[in-house]
């Protein structure tokens, strides 16, 4: 199963720089396969971009795969909730 750290290794050798809320990334263990898979098909234009993280109550939120260029012309991937309220769920687990 791939570390988060892992994957962001594998977009620094691709020049992309995954950015994601420290919030997200704790409640992302377990899930690194399932966000693997699902920015891989967003890159190559296989899928819509959105991700469901499961959260300890039992619910999910929905995520957006979004892509950008910085104002240095980096790509970057950010790893977001579609709804902003939804960070406080990320954040309290429920």
């Known amino acids: 199963m791939p570390t988060l750290s892992a994957i962001e290794e594998g977009c620094d ?20 396969d399932s966000l693997y ?6 890159l190559k234009g296989e899928a819509d971009g959105v991700f469901f993280l499961p959260l300890q109550s039992g619910s999910y939120v929905r995520l957006l795969f979004s892509k950008r260029r910085s104002a240095g012309g980096y790509d970057i991937i950010r790893l977001e909730p579609i709804r902003p309220e939804d960070m406080t769920r990320i954040k309290s687990g429920s």
Do not use: D, N, Q, S
């Open 13 to 32: 050798r691709k020049e992309i720089t995954l950015a994601v809320h420290p919030a997200i990334r704790r409640a992302m263990r377990g899930y690194e």
């Open 37 to 42: 898979i699902g920015m891989h098909c967003f």
